[in-house]
């Protein structure tokens, strides 16, 4: 089970998906070699051995960032696991660095630094079903 994150670009001052319409696609993040070398220099740390799955771990979570095989990269995908707050710092390192937003898909909005409640309820949830 995983919180799931979805980055993706979105136009300037677009702040809710309510304001992007649904039939319109985001801009791609780029060329699947430029972003690859944008997570890199994003967070060092991660493992992209395998381009189309990186991981990423810190002390108490990980994140999988579904990258895909797909040239220009529409969006990443992130499969957030674990607990504590600090997983959110590399989420939204990767959404600087890529010029992107966060899509909160459990909740369905965009969330920005500071914003935990999305990341906090999955853990209550988590915790209650196992």
Excluded: Y
Aim: charged residues 25%.
């Amino acid at each position: 089970m995983s919180w799931d994150v979805l980055l993706l670009r979105l136009p300037d001052g677009v702040s809710s998906m309510r304001e992007f319409p649904a039939d319109r696609a985001s801009a791609p993040l780029g060329r699947q070699s430029d972003v690859l070398g944008t997570v890199k220099q994003a967070v060092p740390e991660v493992d992209l051995s395998d381009p189309m799955w990186g991981e990423l771990s810190g002390p108490t979570w990980s994140i999988e960032l579904n990258i895909g095989s797909e040239d220009p990269v529409d969006s990443i995908m992130l499969h957030v696991r674990g607990s504590g707050d600090d997983v959110l710092r590399p989420v939204f390192r990767l959404a600087e660095a890529l010029q992107c937003k966060v899509l909160d898909l459990a909740e369905g909005d965009l969330i920005a630094p500071g914003q935990t409640s999305g990341w906090s309820a999955f853990q209550q949830f988590r915790d209650r079903v196992i």
